[in-house]
């Protein structure tokens, strides 16, 4: 019996551009999923590339604040959103039980916590994360000198790559830097940078990671910012002026209206907060603005005793006042600087402790 031939298959592989063409257009959730797909799905969505042709598609809109908090410390790290108006906190992700020093600001959705030695890059969209490797080994008799070991976090529109500056100033020795690229294995070691001793806090903008910096370890010393070019990898000291707050205890080094700026923590008696705004155009020169939040609520802030982080969000400048210590439930005060006006915002859902 002679066998029934059967037609020769029309179908042939789908040409790679179409499949990466395809890619482009699928939401962030489906596309975790295609990364498990294929290791060829996988090296085109990781690909640098294609996070430009994606964000066509998908523009990143900001919708809400990332909220995140240990309820202690060596305890679990938690992100979560919350709408702008407030309400229930919604869980993004929760980083195992360890010491965390400092967690960044988002840089284009990715946080980078600090732990001295290491550091962790958090995507809580993805729910992805990443450790870089140690700075040093483990039994270096240095392990012991961590106090000034400080991890940074930015990304180079240049060369388009994201990047973890660790400074490591131990008190009697030369401070050593380190760069480390997302995406290699090692840290590099740089050469020219101050010799100062780096506080736990930076900022991302344009390219530039912005950190303070005390000049000595005397509790009265002198303080200035740094500023780390991403991609030509150099430092630049910029001085600060002695009316602006410069330790971290006191104010908080923000983004406003897209340059660095130092915003006090403390409000002054006639409710009145300063923020000082650096201008690069004209030779490093610092820009003082006063903030004079309305009366009652002024008062209100007064009478209640709690201190405040200083942020700044959108495009109006708008101020965000968020108590350092938090409860299962806060208020969040927002003041448009434009409008002059203030509101709160009841978030709940946080760690109770």
């Known amino acids: 019996m002679e066998k029934e031939q059967q037609p020769p298959s029309s179908s042939k592989p789908i040409p790679s551009e179409i499949i990466y063409d395809i890619l482009t257009k699928l939401p962030i959730k489906s596309l975790m999923r295609f990364r498990c797909l294929s290791k060829l799905c996988s090296s085109y969505i990781t690909a640098p590339s294609f996070a430009e042709l994606h964000a066509l598609n998908f523009p990143i809109k900001t919708v809400g604040l990332l909220v995140t908090c240990p309820a202690r410390l060596q305890t679990a790290q938690h992100f979560f959103s919350v709408d702008f108006d407030g309400g229930l906190a919604v869980p993004l992700l929760t980083i195992p039980p360890r010491f965390s020093r400092y967690t960044t600001r988002s840089v284009n959705g990715i946080i980078l916590m600090d732990f001295g030695l290491y550091a962790t890059l958090c995507n809580p969209s993805t729910r992805q994360t990443f450790n870089t490797p140690f700075v040093c080994s483990l039994t270096s008799p240095s392990v012991n000198s961590t106090y000034f070991c400080v991890n940074s976090f930015g990304f180079d529109p240049v060369s388009k790559k994201y990047k973890v500056l660790n ?5 009697g020795r030369d401070p050593e830097y380190r760069i480390f690229e997302l995406g290699t294995n090692s840290w590099r070691p740089l050469k020219g940078g101050p010799n100062y001793y780096p506080q736990r806090e930076s900022v991302c903008v344009d390219g ?7 000049v000595s370890t005397h509790k009265n010393g002198r303080t200035v910012l740094i500023a780390f070019d991403l991609h030509e990898e150099s430092f630049r000291v910029i001085e600060i002026p002695a009316k602006a707050l410069a330790r971290r205890s006191e104010s908080e080094l923000i983004v406003y209206s897209g340059r660095p700026a130092i915003a006090d923590h403390l409000l002054l008696e006639d409710a009145t907060m300063t923020i000082w705004v650096l201008d ?3 030779g490093d020169y610092w820009v003082q603005i006063k903030v004079f939040l309305p009366e009652d609520y002024g008062e209100e802030i007064l009478e209640e005793d709690i201190d405040y982080f200083v942020d700044c969000i959108g495009r ?7 108590p ?20 709160r ?7 109770e402790d």
């Not at 400074?167 to 008190?171: D, G, H, R, T, V």
């Not at 530039?208 to 005390?214: D, H, N």
């Open 345 to 351: 915002a009841e978030i709940f859902g946080l760690p």
């Open 167 to 171: 400074s490591w100033a131990i008190p």
């Open 280 to 282: 690069e155009n004209d």
């Open 316 to 322: 109006n400048n708008e101020l965000l006042l968020v």
């Open 208 to 214: 530039f990671v912005y950190f303070r910096s005390w």
């Open 324 to 343: 350092q210590t938090v409860s299962d439930s806060v208020y969040v005060i927002h003041y448009d600087v434009v409008n002059r006006s203030m509101r």
